[in-house]
């Protein structure tokens, strides 16, 4: 499946209507195509189990690797190489994808919260993630590297539906 497929895919649908491209990779998350993932949930939009057409898709992610997806996802505590794997220009929102530009994309007024870190039951470092738009750009780098460039970017299925 190609990205824009996969961005279009912005509703709740079940998985089995994407076709038979999806590769299963770990509890609930299928490989879409090169980069691109699904997660899924076993309920559908009524909150209820045992529908024939599950699971259903709630969200599509870009990601450089499997790795990062486990390390966000599982709480892999193992490093993952970020380097040599570009996001595609339509997903940047006019940035080279690198923190400190997605960092002043964000809005500055209202009270949302739009940049947070996420850490293990351990008290490890996970991730930090920046917010745009419903948009979530994931960083493994626990130090403020102005240059690193985003790992994964997430695209909820579930706020988008109608």
């Known amino acids: 499946m190609e990205l824009n497929e996969a961005l279009c895919l912005r509703r709740w649908m079940p998985l089995s209507q994407i076709g038979k491209t999806a590769e299963p990779v770990f509890q609930g998350f299928f490989r879409l195509g090169a980069n691109i993932y699904a997660r899924t949930q076993v309920y559908n939009k009524n909150l209820e189990l045992n529908d ?32 040599g794997v570009m996001p ?3 997903l940047l929102i006019g940035t ?12 500055k007024s209202g009270n949302r919260i739009y940049e947070r870190a996420e850490y293990s039951n351990k008290g490890l470092f996970q991730f930090k993630e920046l917010n745009i738009d419903g948009v979530k750009y994931l960083f493994f780098n626990n130090k403020n590297n ?17």
């Open 52 to 83: 024939p057409l599950a699971p259903f898709l709630t969200a599509v992610y870009w990601a450089t690797s499997l790795a990062a997806l486990k390390r966000a996802f599982l709480n892999d505590e193992s490093p993952v190489d970020t380097f």
């Open 88 to 90: 595609p220009k339509e």
């Open 96 to 107: 080279s994808g690198l923190y400190s530009e997605l960092l002043a994309q964000i809005p």
């Open 146 to 162: 102005v240059n690193e460039c985003v790992s994964i970017i997430e695209f909820s299925l579930i706020t988008s539906q109608k």
